[in-house]
């Protein structure tokens, strides 16, 4: 039953420390975003912090590279 215990607690652990790692990779664009663009294009809006993580997690999505290790 303990090792249960273990193994349960570092995926809880190893789940919540991706989650504030992503949140940590997100907060230069929220910043950028909120600095930069809304000052240069007035169609832009502030974006939160939450909806600058999906922007993050988005453009992983759609711009994720790609390696061809056959050379």
């Keep these: 039953m303990e090792k ?3 193994i349960v607690g570092t995926v ?4 919540a420390g991706i ?3 992503s949140f940590l ?3 230069p664009v929220y910043m950028l975003w909120n600095g930069c663009l809304v000052e240069a294009v007035p169609a ?3 974006v939160t912090w939450l909806q600058a ?3 993050t997690v988005l453009c992983g999505f ?4 790609s390696f061809n ?3």
């Design 62 to 65: 759609l711009f994720k590279p």
């Design 4 to 6: 249960i215990l273990v």
């Design 19 to 21: 989650l504030i790692l």
């Design 12 to 15: 809880v652990v190893g789940i």
């Design 44 to 46: 832009f809006k502030e």
């Design 25 to 27: 990779l997100s907060w």
């Design 53 to 55: 993580w999906g922007i």
């Design 69 to 71: 290790s056959k050379a």
